[in-house]
């Protein structure tokens, strides 16, 4: 029914009206009782009469009231005065989405700002079960400060085991008749449109169709009249939005591509995929990625793990490491983009659309392929695709001997390179042959990279296969320079007295780098040693900028140089940052990269980014040493209760790793928790008397419950015995409490801290 401003129903002055909503008209108004404005919707008497359709109404508005989200318009009640049905909703005072958006599209940084907290509202519905069907750019208010607010639900539909496609029909087909539908045929779904089943993968194609008219200024489909715009929807692809605005970056166009997939099973599969995917290039375009420069360069790839086919599980390790060899290969060719280690082994095992590997990854196409090892037989197939369509650019089956290997992964490098009409340059031919010719070695190698990226109790292991192989093999400069990482490892984890490992990783990098010395890999490893366990600052910083200038996308040196180095030694906090953000740049969807730029945030004083890092982190990948940064995050942004819960985690994940005891030692402490950071110390000293604990440990949880002269023993202790994490005293926080004692002067000075 329509009402005339001036009366009053219930406890609300009805003042003019604002327009029609999906489920009725829609009126500013005063509520009485609490001396605020609200907007009203009445009901439209079809469904007030109809008491099915009117406690489904019910009961969907009452379930759309529960989701309580920054971006949703608040409904307040539903109620009825003398036969009347109406709802009571948040008032928005600003102009619609449609109103805002400028012919030829909204600026990229207006359209991000407006695109990703839509997306989380739609996503936030749809995790309650709430499917919107009918997204428009008039569904979504930008209120007077800039929020965004998505309303008009009165479309909704609750996703539930009942729902068939008979009602979905149904609904469809009393929404044309109401002539409901016709205004919102240019975002409707194909299946909405053909009466089939919807669920929340039609809104994001909706959706999709709103976002792309804010960039383009024009939705995704027209026609003349409805007939020809509805055949659009079903069966034209929309205009690429890269030729309608050359600015906005590629990473876009995926996006689009996803959310308005004619077939529902090729969108994403949530909304909260589209949110991150719109997010994550927020990120790439704030920091000036050159992940992003490279994602609009046809010349990029991406290698995704080589399945292993052969009967022996072992050889899982070996078809890891023919991967990794092929990026490396591929790295060496100059104008190729290629996808880091870390970032591709993100989608082992999962079975991911590779547009979505695409679209996070920031390349155009992908290298998969598969592995069958059997005795001295070799078989590997590989396939180059277009991430866009799906087309295969390039495919090849290489049956060989074992012997064979280094020119199989260089004929795929060099084919790869043809295909995507990358110049070989003659001097800068991939090749993988100067390593090995013992197979076995190379074999042990790749095993041990493998096992040291899983770091924990495997880097053990990795040292084994390291040992192993350059005693196969004593002039394999890779496996000497891994020998000194993961030796290196066993000594700053704790797992190894640093006296008794520090010349052996001495001699490991050192013969590294006489063997090759143009590997970055060699020149890594002895910058880490001459820093941690020499104390050589000047050696140490002309190894890690050799190593850089050799391969400036080694994740491994950025992420050592950057924190070792400039942060822990020489507190250099802005440059520690930039390169600790080069290693995110290169290898974005690694944890180890994210956590390495979360510390450099937080010891720089920048708590808020350090925590924003770390959730990263651990949403990539959750272990130890990411929820250590989550706990030194929140502990630098003084949020002492996360801290100390993100502590639990990470001595949970690690089996109460003292870097995770320390580090909730002194959480405890400034939180006024004495009792509980003494209980810590004493575990401590316990564990001491069972084995070797690293003394740098004890005088950070004896300084946290006060025992500042024990502190100072065993920090005296740490020196005499070379611990690593010695190292990190004059600007690890964990250490500030011994600073603040002039005693520990001494020590940094003759540390050369100081």
Same mark, same amino acid.
């Given at each position: 029914?329509?009402?005339?401003?001036?009366?009053?129903?219930?406890?609300?002055?009805?003042? *003019?009206?604002?327009?029609?909503?999906?489920?009725?008209?829609?009126?500013?108004?005063?509520?009485?009782?609490?001396?605020?404005?609200?907007?009203?919707?009445?009901?439209?008497?079809?469904?007030?009469?109809?008491?099915? =359709? !009117?406690?489904?109404?019910?009961?969907?508005?009452?379930?759309?009231?529960?989701?309580?989200?920054?971006?949703?318009?608040?409904?307040?009640?539903?109620?009825?005065?003398?036969?009347?049905?109406?709802?009571?909703?948040?008032?928005?005072?600003?102009?619609?989405?449609?109103?805002?958006?400028?012919?030829?599209?909204?600026?990229?940084?207006?359209?991000?700002?407006?695109?990703?907290?839509?997306?989380?509202?739609?996503?936030?519905?749809?995790?309650?079960?709430?499917?919107?069907?009918?997204?428009?750019?008039?569904?979504?208010?930008?209120?007077? #400060?800039?929020?965004?607010?998505?309303?008009?639900?009165?479309?909704?539909?609750?996703?539930?085991?009942?729902?068939?496609?008979?009602?979905?029909? !149904?609904?469809?087909?009393?929404?044309?008749?109401?002539?409901?539908?016709?205004?919102?045929?240019?975002?409707?779904?194909?299946?909405?449109?053909?009466?089939?089943?919807?669920?929340? #993968?039609?809104?994001?194609?909706?959706?999709?169709?709103? !976002?792309?008219?804010?960039?383009?200024?024009?939705?995704?489909?027209?026609?003349?009249?409805?007939?020809?715009?509805?055949?659009?929807?079903?069966? %034209?692809?929309?205009?690429?939005?890269?030729?309608?605005? *050359?600015?906005?970056?590629?990473?876009?166009?995926? @996006?689009?591509?996803?959310?308005?997939?004619?077939?529902?099973?090729?969108?994403?599969?949530?909304?909260?995929?589209?949110?991150?995917?719109?997010?994550?290039?927020?990120?790439?375009?704030?920091?000036?990625?050159?992940?992003?420069?490279?994602?609009?360069?046809?010349?990029?790839?991406?290698?995704?793990?080589?399945?292993?086919?052969?009967?022996?599980?072992?050889?899982?390790?070996?078809?890891?490491?023919?991967?990794?060899?092929?990026?490396?290969?591929?790295?060496?060719?100059?104008?190729?983009?290629?996808?880091?280690?870390?970032?591709?082994?993100?989608?082992?095992?999962?079975?991911?659309?590779?547009?979505?590997?695409?679209?996070?990854?920031?390349?155009?196409?992908?290298?998969?392929?598969?592995?069958?090892?059997?005795?001295?037989?070799?078989?590997?197939?590989?396939?180059?695709?277009?991430?866009?369509?799906?087309?295969?650019?390039?495919?090849?089956?290489?049956?060989?001997?074992?012997?064979?290997?280094?020119?199989?992964?260089?004929?795929?490098?060099?084919?790869?390179?043809?295909?995507?009409?990358?110049?070989?340059?003659?001097?800068?031919?991939?090749?993988?042959?100067?390593?090995?010719?013992?197979?076995?070695?190379?074999?042990?190698?790749?095993?041990?990279?493998?096992?040291?990226?899983?770091?924990?109790?495997? @880097?053990?292991?990795?040292?084994?296969?390291?040992?192993?192989?350059?005693?196969?093999?004593?002039?394999?400069?890779?496996?000497?320079?891994?020998? /000194?990482?993961?030796?290196?490892?066993?000594?700053?984890?704790?797992?190894?007295?640093?006296?008794?490992?520090?010349?052996?990783?001495?001699?490991?990098?050192?013969?590294?780098?006489?063997?090759?010395?143009?590997?970055?890999?060699?020149?890594?490893?002895?910058?880490?040693?001459?820093?941690?366990?020499?104390?050589?600052?000047?050696?140490?910083?002309?190894?890690?900028?050799?190593?850089?200038?050799?391969? *400036?996308?080694?994740?491994?040196?950025?992420?050592?140089?950057?924190?070792?180095?400039?942060?822990?030694? =020489?507190?250099?906090?802005? %440059?520690?940052?930039?390169?600790?953000?080069?290693?995110?740049?290169?290898?974005?969807?690694?944890?180890?990269?994210?956590?390495?730029?979360?510390?450099?945030?937080?010891?720089?004083?920048?708590?808020?980014?350090?925590?924003?890092?770390?959730?990263?982190?651990?949403?990539?990948?959750?272990?130890?040493?990411?929820?250590?940064?989550?706990?030194? /995050?929140?502990?630098?942004?003084?949020?002492?209760?996360?801290?100390?819960?993100?502590?639990?985690?990470?001595?949970?994940?690690?089996? =109460?790793?003292?870097?995770?005891?320390?580090?909730?030692?002194?959480?405890?402490?400034?939180?006024?928790?004495?009792?509980?950071?003494?209980?810590?110390?004493?575990?401590?000293?316990?564990?001491?008397?069972?084995?070797?604990?690293?003394?740098?440990?004890?005088?950070?949880?004896?300084?946290?419950?006060?025992?500042?002269?024990?502190?100072?023993?065993?920090?005296?202790?740490?020196?005499?015995?070379?611990?690593?994490? !010695?190292?990190?005293?004059?600007?690890?926080?964990?250490?500030? =409490?011994?600073?603040?004692?002039?005693?520990?002067?001494?020590?940094?000075?003759?540390?050369?801290?100081?």
């Amino acid at each position: 029914m329509a009402l005339t401003p001036g009366i009053r129903l219930g406890a609300y002055e009805i003042e *003019p009206p604002l327009g029609a909503g999906g489920m009725g008209e829609v009126y500013r108004a005063r509520d009485t009782r609490l001396g605020r404005a609200v907007a009203l919707k009445v009901l439209p008497d079809e469904t007030a009469l109809d008491e099915d =359709r !009117l406690k489904r109404f019910q009961r969907e508005a009452r379930t759309v009231a529960a989701l309580n989200h920054p971006h949703i318009v608040v409904i307040h009640s539903v109620e009825e005065v003398n036969g009347t049905h109406f709802i009571t909703m948040e008032l928005v005072e600003g102009a619609t989405l449609g109103q805002l958006i400028p012919r030829g599209g909204l600026p990229l940084e207006k359209f991000l700002a407006l695109a990703i907290p839509l997306a989380d509202a739609v996503a936030a519905a749809h995790e309650k079960g709430i499917v919107h069907r009918d997204l428009k750019p008039g569904n979504v208010m930008v209120d007077k #400060r800039g929020i965004v607010k998505v309303l008009d639900f009165g479309l909704a539909k609750i996703s539930a085991a009942g729902d068939d496609v008979q009602n979905s029909k !149904l609904d469809t087909l009393s929404q044309t008749q109401a002539g409901v539908v016709m205004g919102t045929v240019p975002y409707m779904s194909p299946e909405q449109l053909q009466g089939q089943h919807v669920d929340q #993968r039609s809104d994001i194609f909706s959706l999709g169709g709103v !976002l792309y008219e804010m960039i383009t200024g024009a939705p995704p489909f027209a026609g003349k009249g409805s007939a020809e715009l509805m055949s659009a929807i079903l069966r %034209d692809p929309p205009k690429p939005i890269t030729e309608l605005r *050359p600015d906005v970056p590629s990473g876009l166009q995926r @996006i689009f591509d996803r959310c308005l997939a004619k077939e529902v099973s090729h969108r994403y599969a949530a909304t909260r995929e589209l949110r991150d995917a719109l997010e994550h290039l927020r990120q790439e375009i704030s920091s000036g990625t050159r992940a992003a420069a490279a994602g609009s360069q046809e010349a990029s790839v991406a290698v995704l793990p080589f399945t292993n086919v052969s009967t022996d599980v072992e050889n899982e390790f070996f078809a890891d490491g023919i991967t990794e060899e092929i990026i490396n290969a591929l790295a060496q060719i100059e104008g190729l983009h290629v996808a880091a280690r870390t970032s591709s082994f993100s989608f082992k095992g999962k079975h991911v659309d590779l547009r979505v590997v695409g679209e996070r990854l920031n390349v155009r196409t992908v290298l998969e392929g598969s592995v069958r090892k059997a005795g001295n037989r070799l078989r590997i197939t590989a396939q180059l695709v277009n991430v866009h369509d799906g087309y295969h650019l390039w495919s090849e089956r290489y049956d060989r001997e074992l012997k064979d290997i280094f020119e199989v992964q260089d004929e795929i490098a060099q084919s790869i390179a043809e295909k995507l009409k990358v110049t070989l340059k003659r001097d800068r031919q991939p090749s993988l042959k100067a390593g090995t010719e013992n197979l076995e070695a190379y074999e042990l190698y790749l095993k041990g990279r493998a096992l040291l990226y899983r770091r924990g109790l495997d @880097i053990r292991r990795a040292a084994q296969c390291f040992e192993r192989a350059v005693a196969l093999d004593p002039e394999y400069a890779l496996a000497w320079a891994g020998l /000194a990482d993961a030796k290196n490892m066993l000594g700053l984890y704790g797992f190894e007295r640093p006296e008794k490992v520090m010349q052996q990783i001495k001699e490991a990098a050192t013969r590294a780098v006489a063997i090759n010395p143009s590997l970055a890999e060699a020149h890594c490893a002895l910058g880490c040693v001459s820093l941690l366990y020499d104390w050589d600052l000047e050696k140490s910083e002309r190894e890690f900028l050799r190593a850089r200038e050799l391969n *400036p996308r080694y994740v491994q040196n950025l992420a050592w140089y950057a924190l070792f180095y400039l942060l822990w030694a =020489r507190g250099r906090f802005e %440059d520690a940052i930039a390169v600790a953000k080069e290693g995110v740049e290169v290898d974005p969807l690694s944890g180890y990269a994210n956590a390495m730029l979360a510390f450099s945030f937080g010891h720089a004083g920048n708590g808020g980014e350090a925590v924003q890092w770390a959730k990263t982190a651990i949403e990539l990948e959750e272990s130890f040493f990411t929820y250590w940064a989550l706990q030194h /995050a929140y502990h630098s942004d003084q949020q002492l209760e996360k801290a100390a819960l993100a502590g639990d985690m990470a001595m949970a994940v690690s089996g =109460r790793h003292p870097f995770a005891i320390s580090a909730q030692a002194m959480i405890f402490a400034d939180w006024g928790k004495t009792v509980e950071a003494k209980a810590l110390y004493q575990e401590f000293v316990a564990r001491r008397s069972a084995g070797f604990l690293q003394p740098s440990h004890l005088a950070i949880a004896a300084s946290a419950s006060g025992e500042t002269d024990l502190a100072l023993k065993y920090a005296w202790e740490a020196f005499e015995i070379r611990d690593p994490m !010695l190292m990190v005293a004059r600007y690890w926080p964990d250490f500030a =409490r011994l600073r603040a004692d002039a005693r520990f002067d001494a020590l940094l000075v003759k540390m050369g801290l100081k």
